[in-house]
C-alpha cells in the first residue's frame, strides 16, 4: 500500500509559477516510479510527466514539454513537478500516482493515487 499526498496547488495568474509537491508513505519510495496527471472540469483525466525510480528518465506531454518539470528526492520521499509559464489551458486538478512497473504515460498502469491539488490560472 503506498499513501500520496499532494500540496502547492492554488491560484495563479497567467505567466506564472507553481511548484506541486507529493509526499510517499508505505513503500520503499526509491523502488517506485512516479507520475503527474490532471483533470479539467469535463475532460478526462491525461497524462502530464513521469520519472524513472532513479530520476534518470523523464517523460512529458507535449502540451507541457519546455514548461513542466519533474523531479523527485529519494531521501525526502517525495516527488516534484514545477509549472512555468503557465496558463489557463493548464487548470485541472493535479494527481499524483505510483506506477509499480516502472515509467510510463498511460494512466491504467497506475497503482496507487493522491487525493489531487487544484490548480487555478486566471487570465
Known amino acids: 500500500q503506498v499513501q500520496l499526498v499532494e500540496s502547492g496547488g492554488g491560484l495563479v495568474q497567467a505567466g506564472g509559477s507553481l511548484r506541486l509537491s507529493c509526499a510517499a508513505s508505505?513503500?520503499?519510495?526509491?523502488?517506485?516510479?512516479m507520475g503527474w496527471f490532471r483533470q479539467a472540469p469535463g475532460k478526462e483525466r491525461e497524462f502530464v510527466a513521469a520519472i524513472s525510480r532513479s530520476g534518470g528518465s523523464t517523460l512529458y506531454a507535449d502540451s507541457v514539454k519546455g514548461r513542466f518539470t519533474i523531479s523527485r528526492d529519494n531521501a525526502q520521499k517525495a516527488v516534484y513537478l514545477q509549472m512555468n509559464s503557465l496558463n489557463v489551458e493548464d487548470t485541472a486538478v493535479y494527481y499524483c500516482?505510483?506506477?509499480?512497473?516502472?515509467?510510463?504515460?498511460?494512466?491504467?498502469?497506475?497503482?496507487?493515487w493522491g487525493q489531487g491539488a487544484q490548480v487555478t490560472v486566471s487570465s
Open positions: 508505505g513503500r520503499t519510495f526509491s523502488s517506485l516510479a
Open positions: 500516482a505510483v506506477d509499480l512497473s516502472g515509467i510510463s504515460t498511460r494512466s491504467y498502469e497506475y497503482d496507487y
